[in-house]
């Protein structure tokens, strides 16, 4: 089956602008988390969706958003972009429920550079 | 508020060398761990999982872990390490009950040495 498909893979803008993000998780799995990657900080949880609902919510200001959509596909939004949003964004999604146990699948990342 | 800690921030090894990345959580109730890796150039990958029965568990390319409950710690070993798992080291601990979100450390960057 495929895997998690995060789009697009790299992108660049300026600060102050916004940029939405996309993740298509594998198909049958119902969550996904978000988080952000940085040299140094490891991976900083951002939110976690299951069914269309947000279940989680990280230490992120507002300019931080997203959602998820009926097939479970999902969406993260920054706004108002400054320069230390630039980062590796990843994709987690799991089965959902209780089943996050059974571990993650990890999307590529979309690389985030803000100028 | 649940928190790993990884406190080897860089390990360098020689082919053959045995390992032991130690990673330890702050969480004041049953918990799940995970060990991800991230080859060069890949995405993270799920190593190994413990979530309950026996604390020690085997992954994927001959890597095990240890949860010792006492000690807050879940160290990942491998007894005899290849230039192919230079890679990036990540644990996480999640909270089992309820919708607890998945804490990852800062990550161990791994250097085999052939």
């Known amino acids: 089956k495929a895997g998690v498909t995060q789009t697009p893979r790299y992108l660049i803008k300026t600060r102050g602008q916004q940029v939405t993000l996309s993740c298509s998780p594998i198909?049958?799995?119902?969550?996904v988390s978000w988080y952000q990657q940085t040299p140094g900080q490891g991976l900083q949880f951002l939110f976690e969706y299951f069914s269309e609902t947000q279940r989680n919510k990280g230490n992120f200001p507002g300019r931080f958003s997203g959602r998820q959509f009926s097939n479970s596909r999902s969406e993260m939004n920054v706004s108002t972009l400054e320069l230390g949003d630039s980062a590796l964004y990843l994709c987690?999604?799991?089965?959902?429920?209780?089943?996050?146990?059974?571990?993650?699948?990890f999307g590529s990342g979309t690389r985030l550079t803000v100028v | 508020a649940q928190s790993v800690s990884q406190h080897n921030h860089h390990v360098i090894l020689s082919e053959a060398a045995s390992l032991e990345l130690g990673c330890n959580y702050s969480?004041?109730?049953?918990?799940?761990l995970f060990w991800y890796v991230q080859y060069p150039g890949q995405h993270l990958q799920l190593l190994l999982k413990y979530f309950s029965g026996d604390p020690l568990v085997k992954g994927i390319k001959g890597f095990e872990a240890e949860f010792i409950k006492s000690k807050f710690s879940f160290n990942l070993r491998k007894p005899s390490v290849q230039w192919s798992d230079t890679a990036e080291y990540f644990c996480?601990?999640?909270?089992?009950?309820?919708?607890?979100?998945?804490?990852f450390g800062t990550g161990t960057k791994l250097q085999v040495i052939p």
């Open positions: 987690a999604s799991s089965l959902g429920g209780q089943a996050v146990s059974y571990g993650y699948t």
């Open positions: 996480a601990v999640k909270g089992s009950g309820g919708y607890q979100k998945v804490t």
């Open positions: 198909s049958g799995h119902r969550s």
């Open positions: 969480y004041g109730g049953t918990v799940n």
